[in-house]
């Protein structure tokens, strides 16, 4: 029988031991971890992303600094906004909501946060210290995984990774933290040749392409791990309304693998609840908690 990696519980357990460390240490420091949470322009999915980051800091007692900008925000504004939270005492930690209108250097702006409050591990100090193997801001989706292997107790050692999908946010990253785990990692994408090849060679198969069921049972190696990080809204004419799918076939996929990922409630949790993570780790770290 297939086991569901259930990244809702986890996150729901990890939430938990965070709100009992803001309770534990607030009154000593003075006040609770901060996050600043900024999004510019009007992307619907961006703003129920930002609003479940504020609801789950609302449930952690994290204070939220969210602040909502206009489309045509120039890059000066963002840039004097970004550097006033690097010098606020109150924030702990900052993440800017991806993506970005056209007109503005998301880049630029990212490299712009001070690595210490670089939350979305996103800076070029903390990657760095992510391929050097040394302690740094994580990137929430991938080290969300991470955890998520570990509370299943998922034999990694020397076995294959096979990653689907190649972005800064989480398939280099991911493969990296693979790699440490004493995995051998292979890092492929859409473009890649003889795709179903490669995952069929995979013990633990990661997907993160952003296309709807991409991974097919025959595609799987039986027995295999399978982590599901796409998720995208699809409309169906048989459907009262819309529902998010992952880039796996899930109700074919799991009669094949020993472990999968559910979407929604595997990954997507896990990320919230390690961007909260972080903020509380940039907290402790600052204050020698």
């Known amino acids: 029988m297939?086991?569901?990696?259930d990244g809702k519980a986890l996150a729901a357990k990890m939430q938990a031991e965070l709100t009992q460390d803001v309770k534990t240490f607030t009154p000593t420091i003075g006040r609770p971890p901060g996050l600043a949470v900024l999004m510019v322009g009007d992307n619907?999915?961006?703003?129920?992303?930002v609003r479940g980051k504020e609801r789950a800091c609302q449930r952690v007692g994290?204070?939220?600094?969210?602040?909502?900008?206009?489309?045509?925000?120039?890059?000066?504004?963002?840039?004097?906004?970004?550097?006033?939270?690097?010098?606020?005492?109150?924030?702990d930690g900052i993440l800017l909501q991806l993506p970005l209108p056209e007109h503005l250097n998301g880049v630029a702006l990212?490299?712009?946060?001070?690595?210490?409050?670089?939350?979305?591990?996103?800076?070029?100090?903390n990657m760095g210290q992510l391929l050097r193997d040394e302690p740094a801001m994580q990137s929430c989706t991938p080290s969300g995984v991470m955890r998520l292997l570990?509370?299943?107790?998922?034999?990694?050692l020397g076995k294959h990774a096979v990653v689907i999908g190649r972005s800064i946010l989480v398939g280099?990253?991911?493969?990296?933290?693979?790699?440490?785990?004493?995995?051998?990692?292979?890092?492929a994408h859409i473009l890649s040749e003889n795709i179903p090849d490669?995952?069929?060679?995979?013990?633990?198969?990661?997907?993160?392409?952003?296309?709807?069921?991409?991974?097919t049972a025959d595609m799987v190696k039986p027995g295999a791990v399978v982590v599901?990080?796409?998720?995208?809204?699809?409309?169906?004419?048989?459907?009262?309304?819309?529902?998010?799918?992952?880039?796996?076939?899930?109700?074919?996929?799991?009669?094949?693998?020993?472990?999968?990922?559910?979407?929604?409630?595997?990954?997507?949790?896990?990320?919230?609840?390690?961007?909260?993570?972080?903020?509380?780790?940039?907290?402790?770290?600052?204050?020698?908690?």
């Open 198 to 215: 490669l995952t069929r060679t995979a013990d633990v198969l990661v997907v993160a392409a952003g296309c709807p069921k991409l991974i």
């Open 172 to 187: 280099k990253p991911m493969g990296i933290m693979l790699l440490a785990a004493d995995m051998t990692a292979t890092i």
């Open 44 to 49: 619907p999915a961006s703003a129920a992303y």
């Open 228 to 289: 599901d990080i796409g998720i995208t809204r699809v409309t169906d004419p048989a459907w009262e309304k819309p529902r998010l799918v992952g880039d796996v076939d899930f109700d074919a996929v799991k009669e094949v693998a020993s472990w999968i990922t559910p979407v929604p409630g595997g990954v997507g949790p896990m990320t919230v609840t390690m961007l909260l993570y972080n903020t509380v780790l940039s907290y402790r770290q600052r204050f020698s908690l």
């Open 110 to 125: 990212l490299n712009r946060i001070l690595p210490h409050k670089d939350v979305d591990g996103l800076h070029p100090y």
């Open 2 to 5: 297939t086991g569901i990696l």
């Open 150 to 156: 570990a509370e299943y107790n998922i034999d990694l």
């Open 62 to 91: 994290i204070a939220s600094f969210g602040r909502h900008y206009p489309a045509e925000t120039t890059q000066e504004e963002l840039i004097q906004v970004i550097d006033s939270l690097n010098e606020n005492d109150q924030v």
